[in-house]
């Protein structure tokens, strides 16, 4: 049987992917920074990211799936003082926004969700043992982590000169990309009392204690989006480093853009739709469509034109699988049926190649609705029934039944 193969960020090559554990993959996603409602980008990571789910549990594997919610942040603060609340409940607000978002994408349910908030102890601890290992120090009421100290970057990107860390985080390092464990908080910022003194976290310092509590000292997977890559993730991979000597992720994945006239969706450049917005005017299925019509490493380029787009081939494909399902199931597939199927799969395993999935579905479902003479097209349904398991795009039909394992031997 076919290895799937991702593209890994770390060697910069497409790999086989293998687990640590047999039958076991442990993944990680960083989740969003709760101040506000998620746009289209964030979208982009979270379906894409749910295909993977999907697909390696349909294969048999047992998904141990942890995404965290950063509700320690300046942003935070800020906006629940405009708002009149308190920084966890505005956090609460807004988490409870995401799950309404991605529920009505379809996007099924990580294994445990990990707010920042809930695990001060264990980055005090982390932050702790980082200064008795000499790879961290003290710089007035600021603790950084010494990067130089600890050997340097190199684990997603190999050249930093020039990169600029956050202007915060200047004042007092010993070296230009040395970053912040553990801050003083001011007066109205978010504090925790702490044996290294009232304060907060840095960003980096909360996803590798909520990474290594609940998936071990190592991750098989950690997803999200290519902005991330520096400095998030290689900071991340920096302390873990220091802190286990063990290698902390074996495949780093990151999602491409989501572009709005050309420049890159987000806050910060202030080019964003909601995607509650998005679902007055068009289908939940339609945008998770839209969103999969190309690889997740490619760019893709936001216009309501393309979202009508998107309904378009939705409702072709949605023919097709009425069509197959009220067809011949029988035992077998036909030669025809057969060859779409493998093309579908190897479309999957060839990095997730989402949008040639898509597009192999359009023909078949052009072609059955067509009614292509000289093609038997009996077992169709059961490609239909796999796609909707896997891609979570909904047919508008049941599946055949069974575990999504099951359902995907059967397919293939």
């Given at each position: 049987?076919?290895?799937?193969?991702?593209?890994?960020?770390?060697?910069?090559?497409?790999?086989?992917?293998?687990?640590?554990?047999?039958?076991?993959?442990?993944?990680?996603?960083?989740?969003?920074?709760?101040?506000?409602?998620?746009?289209?980008?964030?979208?982009?990571?979270?379906?894409?990211?749910?295909?993977?789910?999907?697909?390696?549990?349909?294969?048999?594997?047992?998904?141990?799936?942890?995404?965290?919610?950063?509700?320690?942040?300046?942003?935070?603060?800020?906006?629940?003082?405009?708002?009149?609340?308190?920084?966890?409940a505005l956090a609460d607000r807004f988490i409870e926004e995401y799950f309404r978002d991605m529920d009505a994408l379809n996007v099924r349910r990580a294994t445990v969700y990990a707010r920042a908030s809930d695990y001060i102890p264990k980055?005090?601890?982390?932050?702790?043992?980082?200064?008795?290992?000499?790879?961290?120090?003290?710089?007035?009421?600021?603790?950084?982590?010494?990067?130089?100290?600890?050997?340097?970057?190199?684990?997603?990107?190999?050249?930093?000169?020039?990169?600029?860390?956050?202007?915060?985080?200047?004042?007092?390092?010993?070296?230009?990309?040395?970053?912040?464990?553990?801050?003083?908080?001011?007066?109205?910022?978010?504090?925790?009392?702490?044996?290294?003194?009232?304060?907060?976290?840095?960003?980096?310092?909360?996803?590798?204690?909520?990474?290594?509590?609940?998936?071990?000292?190592?991750?098989?997977?950690?997803?999200?989006?290519?902005?991330?890559?520096?400095?998030?993730?290689?900071?991340?991979?920096?302390?873990?480093?220091?802190?286990?000597?063990?290698?902390?992720?074996?495949?780093?994945?990151?999602?491409?853009?989501?572009?709005?006239?050309?420049?890159?969706?987000?806050?910060?450049?202030?080019?964003?739709?909601?995607?509650?917005?998005?679902?007055?005017?068009?289908?939940?299925?339609?945008?998770?469509?839209?969103?999969?019509?190309?690889?997740?490493?490619?760019?893709?380029?936001?216009?309501?034109?393309?979202?009508?787009?998107?309904?378009?081939?939705?409702?072709?494909?949605?023919?097709?699988?009425?069509?197959?399902?009220?067809?011949?199931?029988?035992?077998?597939?036909?030669?025809?049926?057969?060859?779409?199927?493998?093309?579908?799969?190897?479309?999957?395993?060839?990095?997730?190649?989402?949008?040639?999935?898509?597009?192999?579905?359009?023909?078949?479902?052009?072609?059955?609705?067509?009614?292509?003479?000289?093609?038997?097209?009996?077992?169709?349904?059961?490609?239909?029934?796999?796609?909707?398991?896997?891609?979570?795009?909904?047919?508008?039909?049941?599946?055949?039944?069974?575990?999504?394992?099951?359902?995907?031997?059967?397919?293939?």
């Amino acid at each position: 049987m076919r290895r799937m193969q991702l593209f890994n960020s770390k060697s910069g090559v497409v790999e086989g992917f293998i687990p640590q554990q047999p039958g076991v993959v442990r993944a990680y996603v960083c989740g969003p920074t709760v101040y506000d409602r998620c746009h289209i980008g964030h979208a982009r990571t979270y379906v894409n990211f749910d295909v993977l789910k999907r697909y390696m549990t349909a294969s048999g594997f047992e998904f141990l799936h942890v995404q965290n919610f950063t509700d320690v942040d300046d942003k935070i603060t800020l906006r629940a003082a405009d708002d009149g609340l308190t920084p966890l409940a505005l956090a609460d607000r807004f988490i409870e926004e995401y799950f309404r978002d991605m529920d009505a994408l379809n996007v099924r349910r990580a294994t445990v969700y990990a707010r920042a908030s809930d695990y001060i102890p264990k980055i005090v601890g982390i932050t702790e043992e980082l200064l008795r290992k000499g790879v961290a120090y003290r710089s007035g009421n600021t603790v950084f982590f010494d990067v130089e100290g600890a050997g340097g970057f190199g684990e997603l990107v190999k050249d930093v000169e020039g990169a600029v860390m956050d202007k915060l985080e200047r004042s007092g390092k010993r070296g230009p990309f040395d970053f912040v464990l553990w801050r003083q908080a001011g007066e109205r910022e978010q504090a925790w009392e702490s044996p290294l003194g009232r304060g907060r976290p840095g960003w980096h310092t909360e996803c590798v204690a909520m990474a290594l509590t609940n998936l071990g000292e190592t991750l098989d997977i950690h997803w999200g989006g290519k902005d991330l890559i520096y400095p998030h993730h290689e900071c991340e991979a920096a302390i873990a480093k220091a802190l286990t000597g063990k290698t902390f992720v074996r495949y780093w994945l990151h999602n491409n853009f989501v572009l709005m006239t050309g420049s890159k969706m987000s806050k910060s450049t202030g080019k964003l739709v909601y995607i509650r917005d998005v679902l007055k005017r068009h289908s939940p299925d339609a945008l998770r469509l839209f969103i999969l019509s190309k690889n997740y490493r490619e760019q893709i380029e936001y216009s309501e034109e393309r979202l009508a787009a998107a309904e378009e081939s939705l409702e072709a494909i949605r023919s097709g699988a009425e069509a197959a399902r009220g067809g011949r199931r029988g035992p077998e597939m036909s030669g025809c049926v057969k060859e779409y199927t493998s093309m579908f799969f190897n479309a999957l395993d060839d990095d997730l190649q989402t949008g040639q999935a898509l597009a192999l579905l359009e023909v078949l479902s052009r072609e059955i609705t067509g009614g292509s003479p000289r093609k038997d097209f009996t077992g169709a349904a059961r490609i239909y029934d796999a796609a909707e398991e896997i891609l979570g795009i909904r047919l508008g039909g049941g599946s055949a039944g069974g575990s999504a394992h099951e359902r995907l031997q059967r397919s293939k």
